[in-house]
């Protein structure tokens, strides 16, 4: 078959070794140019669940395989368009103008998105492997040598420093006297009692991550619509103590509607607490400061 002058590919390659799906990509085009180039798509988010390779560390896995071939990087952009006409200036840069340049991916591929000058073609791939699959399989190993340590080293070194979200609520009622009461909650393991709260998943909004904990770990029933909101701190919380990263909660205000309180989940005890100077020795160290701005705000 009559070669063609330049092939493209247009991928991530985000594994540990090149599957035998993309061994077969790369060979295809390779065989059927007399050029390839390889360009890595660059995210913004550095050693990420998708993107954990920096460029570098897959340039010198195809390259090991590979020698011959040219391997490029582009950053990925909010646009599409944007991105595509990158794409098209990096390759008018790496070629001649009398070159015909093709470019090639798979069916899940970047195709569906470009919108350059260059002509387009999906390879079926005869064998796939899911990259995801892959870097699953790779997270549940640990490796007993001095390399391995190092790239652990590095990944968790080339991330951004990170706020992690939680959140907590004051939920309160007024006792026969008028006097108010906040319903607190204590693990076993620990000497004080705490708000309610919890992580911040993924996906999920504050207000949301509020119904759901205090249903989780008090049985209680609350709307979002009902919530209102106090302020956010910075938690001294002991395991992140001596860490970069730090945990930031939002405080929230719910009145109670009624309902019997039922510790749950990693609560195992739920108490009622008159609201007054006194209730601040009952709290855990890292919950002094919301019940302080508790205190506050019942005063305003």
Known sequence: MEKKDVGVIVARFQVDNLTEGHMDLIKQVV???????IVLGLSPVKCSMYN????????????DKFPDVSVLYLNDTYSDIEWSNKL??????????????????SRDSFIKYYSGKYECIEIEQTVYVSGTDVRRVVSKQV?????????????????????????????????????????LGKRNVEPKYRFIGGFVPPGETWEQTVVREVKEETGLDICKTDLAYVG??????????KEVDKITTTLFIVKYSGGTPKPNDDIDELRWFPLDEVVIWNVVDEHKPLMESILEYFDR
């Open 88 to 105: 098209d200036n990096l390759i008018k840069h790496m070629t001649g103008p009398k070159d015909n340049v093709y470019l090639y991916g």
């Open 52 to 63: 954990p390779l920096d460029f570098e560390a897959r340039r010198a896995m195809i390259l």
């Open 31 to 37: 065989d059927s140019h007399y050029k390839t180039i």
């Open 143 to 183: 490796k007993k040598t001095p390399d391995f340590r190092k790239g652990v080293i590095w990944a968790v070194n080339n991330q951004y420093p990170k706020s992690i979200p939680t959140v907590d609520a004051c939920i309160f009622k007024m006792d026969n006297n008028g006097n108010i009461k906040v319903l």
């Open 232 to 241: 956010s701190f910075v938690v001294d919380d002991w395991r992140y103590r």
